[in-house]
């Protein structure tokens, strides 16, 4: 079974462009998450969806983040416009949440952002 | 500051050695989950601990939930090379109503032949 899948992998940008990431969680799975990791701060969420819809969006940084979830199986996340101190790696986790309990996380290979 | 905080936060120690990274912190959690995260991958799930006191084992690999939920540790049996990688915790405190998990800064464990 295929895991939960995000593209891309790697981008490097420039400062002030728009940078889109993307997501497509494991089927069947009801929650998707997305998280920062840098060395810095470790691993900080940004956003929690459940059922396609956004439960916890507390730890977006600003209003330069925002994310969709269109559907089921697919999510994004844009970071317009993008600034150097964005620069790390931004995984995407889904997990299969029953009753108030996220249960196990099954992330992402995770997409490394640079932003010159 | 994190709610989770994970000591030691950099582990080096020759193969056949045993070692044990904690977990602490002041808030109580409802469950608690250890990952390791192996480079350029995503974290992936060891174990979760639900009950204060539980112990559970992984093959070499042993993980304690304390008893008033505080706080958990990991203790790896004679380690092997394969054992190393970046060991997270993560908590779901007990009065988030939809059991969000907070992650620790991570404890980095290299395991040398």
């Known amino acids: 079974d295929a895991g939960v899948i995000q593209s891309p992998r790697h981008e490097v940008t420039e400062m002030g462009q728009e940078v889109t990431l993307r997501c497509k969680p494991i089927s069947g799975h009801n929650s998707l998450f997305w998280y920062r990791q840098t060395m810095m701060r470790g691993l900080e969420l940004l956003i929690y969806?459940?059922?396609?819809?956004?439960?916890?969006d507390s730890g977006m940084p600003e209003d330069r983040f925002s994310a969709k979830m269109p559907n089921a199986s697919f999510s994004t996340l844009k970071i317009q416009p993008s600034e150097p101190r964005d620069s790390a790696v931004y995984f995407c986790?889904?997990?299969?949440?029953?009753?108030?309990?996220?249960?196990?996380?099954?992330f992402g290979e995770g997409s490394r952002l640079t932003v010159l | 500051t994190q709610l989770l905080e994970q000591s030691p936060q950099f582990l080096s120690i020759q193969e056949g050695e045993n070692l044990t990274v904690y977990c602490n912190s002041s808030?109580?959690?409802?469950?608690l989950q250890w990952y390791r995260q192996e480079p350029g991958e995503g974290p992936v799930l060891l174990v979760t601990v639900v009950t204060g006191g539980e112990v559970k084992k992984l093959k070499r690999l042993t993980f304690q939930f304390g008893d008033a939920r505080k706080d958990s540790s990991l203790h790896i049996t004679a380690a092997q090379p394969g054992d190393t990688g970046l060991y997270l915790c993560a908590g779901a405190v007990a009065t988030d109503s939809w059991g969000k998990l907070q992650f620790g800064a991570g404890t980095q464990v290299v395991v040398t032949p």
């Open positions: 808030s109580v959690f409802s469950s």
């Open positions: 986790a889904s997990s299969l949440a029953v009753a108030g309990n996220t249960g196990e996380l099954f």
């Open positions: 969806f459940n059922n396609n819809v956004p439960i916890d």
